[in-house]
Nanobody
Framework: QVQLVESGGGLVQAGGSLRLSCAAS????????MRWYRQAPGKQRELVAV???????NYADSVKGRFTISRGDAKNTLYLQMNSLKPEDTAVYYC?????????WGTGRRDYWGQGTQVTVSS
């Protein structure tokens, strides 16, 4: 069973920084692209940043220059460094990964989601 577990959320003042982490564990054979999404109250979930297996990155316009997505050396850990935080960054942040896993009948590939971590930025 594959799990994604996020950590690092919290309350911070505007202009501050937070670092989110997401650890993938279980019967993982490989991980392709990994992503951070966020969902603010009353809004749709939006893509914040993506990192591909070759470490190419892409960001939502609203976070470019302030957020940095990265992966750990073992490639099973995902990070989001968030600087110059604004009140509009307040949301639940979710990690997402495309994972190839070992199953009872061989291998399978599917998207997994973490449980989410709350980020609150006060003005």
């Amino acid at each position: 069973q594959v799990q994604l577990v996020e950590s690092g959320g919290g309350l911070v003042q505007a202009g501050g920084s937070l670092r989110l982490s997401c650890a993938a564990s279980g019967s993982i054979i490989s991980i392709a692209s990994m992503r951070w999404y966020r969902q603010a109250p009353g809004k749709q979930r939006e893509l914040v940043a993506v990192i591909t297996p070759d470490s190419s990155t892409n960001y939502a316009d609203s976070v470019k220059g302030r957020f940095t997505i990265s992966r750990g050396d073992a490639k099973n850990t995902l990070y989001l460094q968030m600087n110059s935080l604004k009140p509009e960054d307040t949301a639940v942040y979710y990690c997402n990964a495309e994972i190839t896993e070992a199953t009872a009948w061989g291998t399978g590939r599917r998207d997994y989601w973490g449980q989410g971590t709350q980020v609150t930025v006060s003005s």
